[in-house]
């Protein structure tokens, strides 16, 4: 009489347990994404107080404070931050009108995107900086070159993402909306832009960090005011810590613009605000 094989024995096997998720405290996600700008600041810090970096290259941490300090007192700061930051405002405004207006009327119709698309997609392909020369001889040197060139450099990302976002919507629930008898503005403000809401955002974010980069720009066309106007009037004299200080500023726009950008998220979708994993960002 044969005995059947003995089972194998048991591998230990244990119950399944779901990862649990610590959000972290938002002074450590602060401290982690304040490490990257203190270590350059004490590197540039070092390399000033060691000689390495001369005044002439790069004026040192101290020598930027005291020429804030000074540009502050006599009033050129704030005069050229408030310029500066009125033809940014103003450029971006009309960019983002532009490109949200045409984004949706390519993205919601058909005629529109046959007329439209194809045109402002090789209008796209054109690198504004490259417009400097012909805004001239159209508009002249006055603020109106400045701020036409900072709104056509913040229209088109804004039209690509609102464009796009536009198209993703879901065509059943448009159909729907149809059915229950609402028109085409209010089936647009009702459904089709809350549901390309993350697209917009995205538009926006790119259409501001551009604008940034677009004043600087617009502010080598001969400008007499601003920030542009004090970093050409520091080259001249060879103030390199006046340069330090219009450098650091419009990179302080470009941070604030970003930061803003973050909150608008925040508010307005805040189911983002976690990520793979529901770790919070």
């Not at 401290?31 to 002439?56: F, I, K, Q, Y």
């Not at 459904?191 to 538009?203: I, Q, R």
Request: glycine share 10%; charged share 15%.
């Amino acid at each position: 009489m044969t005995t059947a094989p003995a089972a194998p024995a048991a591998t230990g096997l244990v119950a399944p347990r779901p990862p649990a998720h610590r959000p972290r405290p938002r002074t450590y996600a602060l401290a982690v994404r304040a490490l990257g700008p203190v270590a350059l600041l004490a590197l540039w810090w070092v390399a000033s107080a060691t000689g390495a970096l001369t005044p002439d290259v790069l004026a040192s941490p101290a020598q930027v404070l005291d020429a804030v300090g000074e540009l502050w007192g006599n009033g050129q700061l704030p005069d050229a931050l408030a310029t500066s930051l009125t033809r940014s405002g103003t450029g971006l405004v009309i960019g983002l009108a532009a490109g949200l207006v045409l984004g949706i009327t390519t993205g919601f119709t058909r005629l529109g995107d046959e007329l439209l698309d194809s045109s402002l997609q090789t209008l796209r392909t054109i690198p504004f900086l490259s417009l400097v020369p012909l805004f001239m001889v159209w508009f002249g040197i006055n603020e109106t070159a400045k701020i036409l060139l900072i709104a056509v450099a913040t229209t088109f990302p804004m039209y690509v993402s609102t464009s796009g976002g536009v198209r993703n919507t879901d065509r059943k629930l448009v159909e729907a909306m149809r059915s229950f008898g609402l028109g085409r503005l209010a089936i647009v403000r009702q459904v089709v832009l809350p549901g390309a809401l993350p697209s917009l955002l995205a538009g926006l974010r790119l259409s501001m960090t551009l604008s940034v980069i677009a004043l600087i720009a617009a502010e080598e066309i001969n400008a007499t005011a601003g920030i542009g106007y004090l970093m050409s009037q520091a080259q001249s004299y060879a103030r390199t810590d006046v340069l330090a200080v219009c450098i650091l500023v419009y990179g302080l726009l470009g941070l604030t613009a970003d930061v803003l950008v973050r909150g608008l998220e925040r508010i307005l979708m805040p189911w983002r605000a976690t990520g793979t994993g529901g770790t919070t960002r």
